[in-house]
């Protein structure tokens, strides 16, 4: 019997009895001091597993949240300062939480192995590593608590963020059902063949697109894409949506540098900049050389970072839309005065597939030193929606069989997609460089979440220069819980 993930529900009435106000987020913790300054800084950073109450569509809703020691969610580490954390328990259910991207020992990754299991709830469990410097994120690793919005930004600044002064906004993207995660999963895992409820369309979503994806809909009688497992019944950016949306003042100049985090858990978004354009200089957290665009695909677990010098002293919507659907969220960024009219909460037509059209373009700014991979492993990533499983290289974890590999040594990971889903592939533990797309090499960025699409390929290098046991897996929660994850291992683990 699996546990219920989803803290329950307050009625309306609950809420009001309580105090807690029904606009915006609210965090469970007061703020009762102020994040010191790290040279002063005596004692761990502490962050609270928690949970929180939302207001969505009107109405409120029970979800977990992590918030960190100035009350805020998650952490941002100053230039040159260590993830020197407790995490504090306080959610009701034992939980682990995942530090995404970032390269700590594997005992502090935040992963359910047997050696390092969840955190019971009321129990603290303490962490110090060096983390690595950009926009990370974290989120819990326990069941589905992730779909429940146990999510945060991990914003880790670097000596040239402080040295460019450029205001930082972090925009944050969440999937958001009134159901519990148990009863979206079961809707998809039911097998008598009424899935009728779900928007499971192929082709009828796919409508209206001219990415490059349209030619992997193509590809003959009833092979179609499909995309949005899941009818949500809300998209939030900072944990609000477009009836009642962020605004964020800008500062005179207008030099924002964006930090966009996808933590949905079975949704990808295009970023839609509307009228601005941006420079996108990194990439999961690593540099790349400078690419423009406005509208730039996020696909689930991935993170971009955007500079937009704004134009004037206007206000402008920063949208985030869900592919194959008119549905969007976003945020407002807003000169100080500045009005804002009300936003849509659909664009005008659907968007098209979420791509690798930006991940083509990308060359990472420190690329791995050349050198001829010593092992390569192939996956072949399989499944489709009735009956809802995923499987690599047919295996369902947690029956799976690890792919080894040694320290020292340079490995490629082929994967090859023999399903009509796109999967966003996230290694635990290690950055990689995308190496190849569909065969066709190329000197792509360095990453830890990347897009393999409907029966294409992505290879993948990276040096295992971090011995553990580490998670590999696809990023959509969904496939994930349904066995769509492996272990990438070294030998002789202790
Ligand atoms: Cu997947």
Redesign the pocket.
């Known amino acids: 019997m699996r546990e219920s993930e989803r803290p329950t529900f307050l009625t309306r009435r609950q809420i009001l009895a309580s105090g807690v106000a029904m606009a915006g987020a609210i965090p469970f913790l007061p703020t009762t001091r102020a994040a010191a300054a790290p040279e002063t800084r005596a004692a761990k950073l502490r962050l609270t597993a928690g949970t929180r109450t939302l207001a969505v569509n009107g109405k409120p809703a029970r979800v977990f949240g992590l918030i960190g020691p100035n009350g805020n969610p998650g952490i941002t580490l100053s230039a040159g300062e260590r993830f020197d954390v407790d995490l504090v328990n306080q959610a009701g259910t034992s939980t682990i939480i995942h530090w995404h991207g970032q390269l700590p020992p594997w005992r502090q990754d935040g992963f359910p192995w047997p050696q390092t299991p969840p955190i019971p709830t009321g129990e603290t469990h303490s962490y110090d590593y060096a983390p690595i410097a950009g926009t990370y994120w974290m989120h819990s690793h326990q069941g589905m608590q992730e779909q429940s919005l146990m999510t945060a930004p991990l914003i880790v600044r670097s000596a040239e963020d402080v040295r460019a002064d450029r205001q930082e906004v972090v925009l944050m993207l969440h999937d958001f059902s009134f159901r519990t995660p148990d009863e979206l999963l079961a809707g998809l895992t039911k097998s008598n063949g009424s899935q009728s409820e779900m928007p499971k369309t192929g082709m009828d979503n796919a409508m209206n697109m001219g990415s490059e994806a349209m030619g992997a809909m193509n590809m003959g009688p009833g092979m179609a894409m499909d995309l949005n497992d899941i009818d949500y019944d809300a998209f939030l950016a900072n944990d609000r949506t477009l009836a009642d949306p962020e605004v964020v003042r800008t500062e005179p100049g207008g030099r924002v540098r964006l930090r966009l985090i996808n933590a949905a858990s079975s949704t990808q978004f295009w970023i839609d900049l509307g009228a601005l354009s941006g420079t996108v200089v990194a990439v999961d957290g690593h540099p790349v050389r400078p690419v423009r665009g406005s509208r730039l695909p996020l696909a689930m677990a991935q993170r971009l970072d955007v500079l937009i010098d704004l134009p004037g002293n206007g206000a402008y919507p920063i949208f985030a839309q869900v592919e194959g659907k008119p549905a969007r969220t976003g945020i407002v960024l807003a000169a100080s005065g500045a009005p804002v009219s009300r936003l849509a909460a659909e664009a005008g037509e659907n968007a098209p597939p979420v791509d690798l059209s930006l991940e083509r373009r990308l060359e990472a700014a420190i690329p791995l030193a050349p050198r001829a991979p010593d092992l390569t492993h192939r996956v072949i990533l399989a499944g489709a929606m009735a009956p809802y499983a ?1 499987s690599l290289n047919g295996e369902y974890w947690p029956n799976i069989t690890p792919l080894m590999i040694a320290h020292g040594q340079r490995v490629a990971i082929e994967m090859v997609n023999h399903s009509m ?1 796109a ?2 592939m996230h290694l635990h533990g290690h950055a990689f460089q995308v190496v190849a797309i569909n065969g066709a090499p190329l000197a792509g960025a360095v990453r830890d979440t990347v897009l393999v699409p409907p029966m294409g390929s992505v290879t993948i290098a990276f040096d295992a220069d971090n011995p553990g046991r580490w998670a590999f897996h ?1 990023h ?1 929660l969904y ?1 994930q819980i349904t066995g ?1 994850m492996t272990e990438v291992r070294y030998p002789a683990i202790i």
């Open positions: 995923w889903m999967h966003p696809c959509n496939h769509m």
